[in-house]
């Protein structure tokens, strides 16, 4: 039998690597719209020099580079709030159960460990190998991840039934 792990997952708080990507793509935006404005004003760019008006020349150029300035300021309040989320995500995950002290919980085992080290605030992959203690006895068993689903298989590949003692 396998035990739902998806509300603590929920409760460990957001991602921050989407808001990172999508402060970098702000930024590198911002950043090219800024020199797409320098290389207008200079009159360097093909199409402006069809655009005879040097005065409407220098606004399209200013626009454009304020445009970029503004792009990369979203990208850096993108970048402000990601740091701000993470600092809440950690404070969040420093009162929450790992995955072991999790699993241990549910099915009722003792010192739970994985071969390759369990990660703390994520689900392990399936398969991996486990060590635990039932009572006085060492047993060696596998992890069985399906989604948000985490079974506790052991020797023989019975699964555990969940406990939460």
Request: with cysteine.
């Amino acid at each position: 039998m396998m035990a739902d792990y998806s509300q603590w997952l929920e409760s460990l708080g957001p991602s921050v690597e989407d808001a990172n990507f999508a402060a970098f793509l702000w930024i590198v935006f911002g950043l090219a719209i800024v020199v797409f404005g320098w290389l207008m004003a200079d009159g360097d760019f093909a199409a402006m020099k069809e655009l005879d008006d040097p005065k409407a020349r220098k606004v399209m150029a200013r626009a454009g580079v304020v445009i970029g300035l503004l792009a990369m300021l979203t990208g850096a309040l993108v970048m402000v709030q990601g740091v701000r989320t993470r600092f809440d995500a950690d404070m969040i995950r420093e009162s929450s159960a790992t995955f072991t002290e999790r699993t241990e919980r549910t099915f009722g085992v003792d010192h739970l460990r994985c071969a390759d080290d369990c990660p703390d605030y994520e689900l392990p992959d399936d398969g991996t190998a486990v060590t635990w203690l039932k009572g006085d006895r060492l047993v060696h068993g596998t992890l069985v991840i399906d989604g948000t689903m985490v079974g506790l298989a052991g020797p023989d590949g019975t699964l555990m039934k969940p406990e939460d003692k």
